[in-house]
């Protein structure tokens, strides 16, 4: 999965990206043409990549759209599919890769 594709799919996921520390946007689409989020707030530049993958809220919308599923041992769920994948983001990076690399296995 391309940056791009991970980023549709958590707004189509219902992912709302926040701005500020208490408003998060209830109306967001993304604009290739200009790469800028289109909100109920105006048009904004995207953010930082960081700032979307630290956002548990990001993975959880791609996870529902992606339908990853949980991970559980005789029906005891342990972790749910999208805490799986955003855990392992950080293992990633500590051998080397990057975000971008690590959402292209996504």
Same mark, same amino acid.
């Given at each position: 999965?391309? &940056?791009?594709?991970?980023?549709?799919?958590?707004?189509?996921?219902?992912?709302? %990206?926040?701005?500020?520390?208490?408003?998060?946007?209830?109306? &967001?689409?993304? #604009?290739? #043409?200009? *790469?800028?989020?289109?909100? *109920?707030?105006?048009?904004?530049?995207?953010?930082?990549?960081?700032? &979307?993958?630290?956002?548990?809220?990001?993975?959880?919308?791609?996870?529902?759209?992606?339908?990853?599923?949980?991970?559980?041992? @005789? *029906?005891?769920?342990?972790?749910?599919?999208?805490? %799986?994948?955003? @855990? *392992?983001?950080?293992?990633?990076?500590?051998?080397?890769?990057?975000?971008? #690399?690590?959402?292209?296995?996504?």
């Amino acid at each position: 999965m391309t &940056i791009k594709e991970f980023l549709e799919k958590a707004i189509e996921g219902g992912w709302k %990206y926040k701005i500020g520390i208490t408003k998060r946007c209830t109306s &967001i689409s993304y #604009s290739p #043409s200009t *790469n800028t989020f289109k909100t *109920n707030y105006g048009t904004i530049p995207i953010p930082p990549l960081a700032l &979307i993958v630290l956002d548990p809220k990001s993975w959880e919308a791609v996870g529902k759209v992606e339908r990853w599923e949980e991970n559980s041992i @005789n *029906n005891i769920v342990y972790t749910k599919g999208y805490q %799986y994948k955003m @855990n *392992n983001l950080m293992p990633h990076l500590q051998e080397g890769g990057t975000i971008e #690399s690590y959402i292209e296995t996504l």
